[in-house]
Nanobody
Framework: QVRLVESGGGLVQAGGSLRLSCAASGGTFSTYEMAWFRQAPGKERELIARNMGYGGSTYYADSVKGRFTMSRDYAQNTVYLRLNNLKSEDTGVYYC????????????WGQGTQVTVSS
């Protein structure tokens, strides 16, 4: 069973930065596609970034492209999301998720970490 634990959220002013972390345990980290989702207040959860793994490219949603950067540390079994130039519309709960490459849906989810951007 894969366990994902996010950290790094908080309150930040518009234009500021945060780095979210997602520590994975209980599985073979390199075999999973990892992703970050966001759920803003009153809205559905949306995919904002995903990475296939070794040799794979990273996808970013248009809303975060150029401001957010996803990275993976295979030695630490950790995935990061760097959030730069934050805007009020980036406020929400950020979730880390994982799935096997052969799976249709994301099978494992973290508990989420709150990001609040004040204008």
């Amino acid at each position: 069973q894969v366990r994902l634990v996010e950290s790094g959220g908080g309150l930040v002013q518009a234009g500021g930065s945060l780095r979210l972390s997602c520590a994975a345990s209980g599985g073979t980290f390199s075999t999973y596609e990892m992703a970050w989702f966001r759920q803003a207040p009153g809205k559905e959860r949306e995919l904002i970034a995903r990475n296939m793994g070794y040799g794979g490219s990273t996808y970013y949603a248009d809303s975060v492209k150029g401001r957010f950067t996803m990275s993976r540390d295979y030695a630490q079994n950790t995935v990061y999301l760097r959030l730069n130039n934050l805007k009020s519309e980036d406020t929400g709960v950020y979730y880390c998720a994982a799935r096997h490459h052969s799976s249709e849906n994301y099978e494992y989810w973290g508990q989420g970490t709150q990001v609040t951007v004040s204008s």
